[in-house]
């Protein structure tokens, strides 16, 4: 494994300074707008997907056209955004091939599309299903428990590649160890890959999909590789009848397309510095398989000895440094010295440092420490509730 630990370590410091320099761009004194999506149809050419048990549907068939239905109504609905497909034809395109279309086109957003199956089961598991990177590790499991018969199907697509063991070094999609690395690192994104998921999650309940199986964080290659919010969509079971003939049908691949830019568009509002109603935070969708928080030592919000001047009426602004599923201690070696302040979104917990009463001097601050923390901004504090500032 030592050639695997040796890949693994390059990856990440690749994967992190691409992430710090997007973050860091999107931190610039420019208002944030989202200009470039990027839609992948899943698989594709020799590679199927997967197949009806009649073998006349196939994946990579069915996807591809729903991706060209959602890249028209966002060139329609949004002109102001650039659309990119990773396909537009029955192609095959290597996984690292779709990542690095959108990290070339500097895509704000990177939408996944696929179906999913189960082997042997005509009317198993149904529903669709929002995916966005991380690991599963609950305790008492097995890392092969929840999802991971899935990620392993999507990340195997790398084995149809030429030469394939050279080009990523060693990465065994049916190998446990080989997604120990995806613990390593913090998903710069995280915040705003689950935000989009909600959306969709949301927006395709109820519609030609009936069924919600819930946003999971799972080790998708493809999402591991691209710098920027990124989430993957499992649109329904081919291998359940209801399902497939929702699928199959022209009527429910309009539908499941007309769900996504819906919630592409309130998303995309959103970040533009709209102001949708809040967050589905306070009645978020049921996020399954994340994992377990570890208390490090932490069981309240973090405050520095001064937070009792800074308090009062009215909003507080901070620099957040980190995003995570996990509670951290305020004495954890990554704030450096700096006492954080943790707020609560959904399933997901925030880390603000350097608290102020004005924009002003939250952006002195900030000037201060954006070289320590380069995947930092300034947020606005009211109450419980966290946003970003576009300056």
């Known amino acids: 494994m030592d050639i695997i630990r040796n890949f693994l370590a390059v990856l990440s410091a690749l994967a992190l300074s691409s992430a710090g320099s997007a973050v860091l761009a999107q931190g610039s004194s420019s208002p944030l707008k989202l200009t470039t999506v990027v839609i992948d149809p899943g698989h594709g050419g020799k590679d199927a997907g997967c197949i009806s048990p009649s073998g006349k549907t196939m994946e990579k068939t069915v996807v ?3 991706s060209k239905r959602l890249a028209d109504k966002i060139r329609k609905g949004c002109p102001d955004v650039k659309v990119i497909m990773t396909r537009t034809e029955d192609k095959f395109v290597e996984l690292q091939g779709r990542a690095d279309i959108a990290n ?12 999913n199956s189960v082997d042997g089961k005509r009317s198993g598991p149904n529903g669709y299903s929002v995916h966005i990177l991380g690991q599963y590790t609950s305790r008492n499991k097995d890392l092969y428990a929840g999802n991971m018969d899935v990620v392993r199907r999507e990340n195997s697509v790398i084995t149809m590649e030429d030469d394939y063991t050279t080009k990523y070094e060693g990465f065994n999609p049916n190998d446990p160890e080989s ?6 690192m913090q ?3 995280l915040e705003q890959s689950f935000r989009f998921a909600q959306f969709v999650d949301k927006e395709m309940k109820g519609g030609a999909i009936r069924q919600s199986r819930g946003i999971s964080q799972d080790p998708f290659y493809v999402l591991w590789r691209t710098a920027m919010p990124s989430v993957l969509v499992e649109c329904g079971f081919m291998s359940n009848t209801a399902d497939r003939e929702a699928l199959i049908s022209e009527k ?8 996504l830019y819906d919630s592409f568009r309130k998303y995309k509002q959103e970040y533009d510095g709209g102001s949708p109603k809040q967050a589905e935070s306070q009645a978020a ?4 398989q994340q994992p377990e928080p570890s208390d490090t030592g932490t069981t309240s919000t973090a405050t520095s000895p001064s937070d009792e001047d800074i308090d009062g009426d009215g909003p507080l602004y901070g620099i957040q440094v980190l995003v995570s599923s996990r509670i951290m201690s305020g004495k954890d070696p990554f704030f450096k010295g700096n006492e954080p302040r943790r707020y609560q979104a959904g399933r997901l917990y925030k880390y603000i440092i350097g608290i102020s009463k004005t924009t002003e ?3 002195e601050i900030y000037s201060g420490l954006k070289s320590d923390f380069p995947d930092s901004f300034v947020v606005k504090i009211e109450g419980e509730e966290v946003s970003r500032i576009n300056f």
């Open 361 to 363: 001097e939250a952006k």
């Open 104 to 115: 070339r086109n500097k895509a704000n957003l990177f939408i996944s599309v696929h179906v």
């Open 64 to 66: 591809l056209d729903i």
């Open 252 to 259: 429910g691949r309009e539908r499941i397309a007309s769900d």
């Open 187 to 189: 998903n710069a994104f």
């Open 179 to 184: 997604y120990i690395f995806m613990n390593l």
């Open 285 to 288: 969708p049921t996020v399954v």
